[in-house]
């Protein structure tokens, strides 16, 4: 009670007392986005650095912070990868090495369903975004379910007048923290 208090008015940094810890073998970061209109291109990223609290008791106290590295962008072809990651009209990654997102806030929606408001960061564009999610809990933690249809063009992602890729970026997120 003393903690929330103390976080409330500002006395607790709230980092400093992350009940939650990131389990990377139960999180997934999956993207897929159409080819030539006809056929579908999928991936991964491979890695995620996530700090973050969960507590679907006590919401207006949690938050997400998460960082891609470019250079963890998986699709199965190897120079397609390269590709994305070191292009100037894709991801640069000599540039831009990560992909981030903050919350702001996250709310109670429905049932297990929340809102996740937040900014998402990539190459040198920031943009105010909210994830609709669910979440699953068990005896070692909690698991975030996002599904959301990214933009590429918001983002400056691929050239926009190319039509080889699809303007829809599916991404599937789920996100592991553990009590």
Known sequence: MFRKLG???GLIDRYKYEASTYN???SCYNFSTTNLRFSEVKGFFKEAKVKGLFDPYNIENSFLEIAWPVNGIKTGILERDKQLVEASHFFFGEEYPE??????SIEAYKK???IINGTLSIKEISQEISLFASYSS???GHIIFVDYELDRFDFKIGESGSFAIGRQIQLQLDI????
């Open 176 to 179: 592991a923290l553990n009590y």
């Open 99 to 104: 992909i981030i997102f903050k919350s702001t």
């Open 138 to 140: 068990d005896k070692s």
């Open 7 to 9: 976080q409330a008015i």
């Open 24 to 26: 990377a073998e139960k």
């Open 112 to 114: 297990k369903q929340i």
